[in-house]
């Protein structure tokens, strides 16, 4: 399968509050067949996660109101949402970060900035396209 013949049914939350890392992250999913929702927040994040199954969800880890760390703690509280893949993108490398990423089974932890031709390889990956 092609990166253009992802299929639509792949929906994907992307919680990132930096707008310009938003429009080109879900600039580059959406060329590659996915479909985007963008949450702006932590909590507009957690708002999402019952509304649809989701494929993937990216999570920043330094959002407004509520972290990419609380964000995770609430998908994996959910049924829904506890086995979603989840993608770490944040700027944050740090040891404590990655053991925190491993505690709750983060599939994916790419460090900004990132090559988005890579971002786009996880994503795949990820959602096994």
């Not at 494929?55 to 829904?80: F, N, T």
């Amino acid at each position: 399968m092609t990166a253009s013949q992802a299929p639509l049914d792949k929906e994907i939350l992307l919680a990132e509050d930096e707008d310009h890392i938003s429009k080109l992250v879900s600039f580059k999913l959406v060329r590659e067949g996915f479909k985007v929702t963008i949450a702006r927040n932590g909590q507009e994040a957690i708002d999402q996660l019952p509304v649809k199954p989701w494929s993937l969800i990216i999570l920043d880890v330094m959002m407004p109101i509520c972290d990419g760390w609380q964000v995770l703690k609430s998908l994996r509280a959910l049924s829904a949402t506890s086995k979603t893949p989840v993608l770490m993108l944040t700027a944050k490398g740090i040891q404590k970060d990655l053991a925190n990423a491993a505690q709750y089974h983060v599939e994916q932890y790419l460090k900004k900035p990132f090559d988005p031709t890579e971002l786009a390889d996880v994503v795949k990956r990820l959602t096994r396209v």
